[in-house]
């Protein structure tokens, strides 16, 4: 170990030393590298956090407050009965490749999202569209097959940038976009650079290039932070790290609220979880605080159903699966399980993760449930886990915003298939009355905690450790990003 962070220190300072010095440039680090650079066709949070808004734009994006605002549509009509909306596109925008943007890469992006074999990881969003037509060079007619209240927000998500059909075969490799930056170069396992675009659209970006850097190590994080050879550290890592940094004047401490509902996930179609019983065990032999202090050092909100607790329609059920582990056992044994089980449970590579792993599965142990470790790297966990469905239990965070819709996809990893929160989104998604929507939200949430779908864990905070001169990083996460449009640092 020691010489690896010797090599990943001398990598550091030989390759970014440099750009680190340069008042135009940031080294941004990471822990998790993506597996492709294709944001519609994979679930890798970790492409976001390097291309959306830097690279990629919807027709609509999230800004730093969560709110959704006009992106490559400056403008839009909504009909009376709520089912068609009508964009009216910039005029200007190019792709970093010099082609125009216009309605057909709109029209391209979303039918490609929607077709039988679109890879993207959040279908769902397109599902609702009926019909996407070009009607003008900058306009675009989307007709939905009912309401939907969230098409805007839906919109505004990673998975639904616009992309072109002149790019799409290289697209995993060299990213396209409209974007303020654009794709530079990306050296497997060590780093991505952007560089600014200049024929961009809008508010050029200050910064001429952008380096991201992936350090899957805390330890070797805190050293790259420390040694200056990185210059911000967004979702950072090594929560026990922040006393020393918040005490040192060459730093800033950002600590904010994320989408991230970090949830003990359950296949709930492989025995014995496919037993109510046994996941209401499961849930009950959870202690939130330990795991928050032990893997967050206290960092992060307990939650106890999929949705944030700073939406304003949020519902505190976390008393419906408190800890209990004498009732677990009891569950149990009701079960048919006196004397427990096995199963296995794989985590990705985040901290939270695999230091929650550890804690939940001497806490599962206690009760009666033996876990079987398995550390995945991330490709290997979308494979097995994701996709493949082969797991019982695994740790991740779910930072999509607004996305309790997951629930109600049988086919979604684990595999929850219930008619009753089907039909409570249906009546959500074409309720346009808020007070209306208000009570469909509390009963989605109330109908998966009843049903101890997962481990609901807590929800993830947002911690960037950065320069002190960095202005214009986002504190808060509304999306899984590192949004640099707006960045810059302190004359």
Do not use: C
Not at 269 to 275: G, Q, T
Not at 310 to 317: A, G, K, M, N, S
């Amino acid at each position: 170990m020691k010489l690896l962070r010797i090599g990943i220190f001398a990598a550091l300072i030989g390759v970014s030393g440099a750009i680190a010095q340069a008042r135009d440039s940031i080294v941004v680090g990471l822990q998790l590298e993506p597996p492709h650079l294709d944001p519609t066709s994979a679930a890798a949070g970790a492409i976001d956090q390097v291309l959306y808004a830097n690279v990629f734009e919807g027709l609509t994006r999230f800004g730093p407050d969560g709110s959704v605002n006009p992106g490559l549509a400056e403008s839009w009509t909504i009909s009376e009965s709520g089912t068609e909306y009508t964009f009216k596109l910039r005029t200007g925008v190019t792709f970093h490749d010099g082609t125009e943007f216009d309605a057909k890469d709109v029209k391209f992006t979303l039918d490609r999202a929607r077709d039988e074999t679109s890879q993207n990881a959040q279908k769902g969003l397109f599902e609702g569209i009926e019909a996407v037509e070009v009607s003008g060079p900058l306009e675009v007619k989307v007709t939905l097959q009912a309401p939907e209240g969230n098409f805007l927000f839906n919109m505004a998500w990673g998975d639904a940038v616009i992309v072109a059909p002149e790019s799409i075969g290289d697209i995993k490799q060299k990213p396209i976009g409209t974007g303020a930056f654009r794709f530079k170069d990306w050296v497997q396992g060590d780093r991505i650079e952007l560089e600014r675009n200049p024929e961009y659209w809008g508010e050029p970006a200050r910064l001429e290039s952008a380096v991201f850097r992936f350090i899957s190590d805390p330890t070797a994080a805190f050293a790259a932070v420390m040694a200056e050879d990185v210059n911000a550290f967004p979702a950072y890592p090594a929560p026990e790290n922040l006393p020393q940094f918040e005490a040192d004047p060459r730093f800033q401490v950002l600590v904010g609220s994320t989408e991230g509902e970090t949830i003990l996930a359950i296949n709930n179609k492989m025995e014995p979880f496919d037993d109510i019983r046994v996941r209401r065990a499961v849930a009950h032999a959870i202690d939130r605080k330990a795991v928050i202090d032990g893997a967050m050092f206290g960092l992060g909100t307990p939650i106890g159903t999929h949705f944030a607790p700073h939406h304003p329609d949020y519902t505190d059920l976390t008393a419906l699966s408190q800890y209990d582990p004498a009732l677990a056992i009891q569950l149990l044994a009701e079960a048919g399980f006196e004397g427990g089980f096995t199963t296995t449970l794989k985590l990705p590579p985040p901290s939270y993760a695999r230091r929650g792993g550890e804690i939940i599965a001497a806490q599962l142990r206690a009760v009666g449930i033996e876990t079987e470790i398995t550390n995945l790297e991330w490709a290997q966990w979308l494979e097995e886990v994701f996709r493949g469905k082969n797991f019982g239990l695994t740790i991740v965070s779910h930072t999509e915003p607004f996305d309790i819709g997951i629930y109600a996809r049988p086919d979604y990893y684990f595999q929850y298939d219930s008619v009753k929160f089907q039909a409570v989104m249906t009546e959500l998604n074409t309720e346009q009355d808020p007070a209306k929507r208000s009570e469909w939200l509390a009963a989605a949430q109330r109908v998966i905690s009843d049903d101890y779908v997962n481990g609901y864990l807590f929800q993830l905070a947002a911690i960037t450790v950065a320069d002190a001169r960095l202005r214009g990083l986002w504190q808060d996460a509304p999306t899984q990003a590192t949004d640099l449009t707006g960045v810059y640092w302190e004359p």
